[in-house]
């Protein structure tokens, strides 16, 4: 994940609120659910609603950026496991 100056200059402005996480998942696989079918991918979820104190701009971004990637070197028939554990 790269950062410009511009985006770095935001970082200092973010506004942090309690978001889902699990919903912020959902958002970003039905996004890339056109490229999880033509790859015929299958996605395990194990996540259960969690609140994350975040941008929820920035956390979505973040996520995006993760989970297309995974779907993106994924091969074919692949399962992405999507979950969360605890720090």
């Known amino acids: 994940l790269t950062f410009t100056a511009f985006d770095?200059?935001?970082?200092?402005?973010?506004?942090?609120?309690r978001c889902d996480l699990?919903?912020?998942?959902?958002?970003v696989l039905d996004d890339l659910g056109y490229q999880i079918i033509a790859k015929r991918i299958r996605i395990q979820e194990k996540s259960r609603k969690v609140n994350v104190l975040s941008d929820?701009?920035?956390?979505?971004?973040?996520?995006?950026?993760?989970?297309?990637?995974?779907?993106?070197y994924s091969r074919e028939h692949s399962v992405?496991?999507?979950?969360r554990s605890a720090c």
Do not use: T
């Not at 770095?8 to 609120?17: I, N, P």
């Not at 699990?22 to 958002?27: A, C, E, G, I, Q």
């Not at 950026?65 to 779907?71: D, F, G, Q, R």
């Open 8 to 17: 770095l200059d935001a970082v200092s402005q973010m506004r942090r609120v």
């Open 22 to 27: 699990s919903d912020v998942v959902h958002r």
């Open 56 to 72: 929820p701009v920035f956390l979505e971004r973040i996520l995006e950026n993760v989970l297309s990637n995974a779907v993106k």
């Open 80 to 83: 992405i496991r999507v979950g």
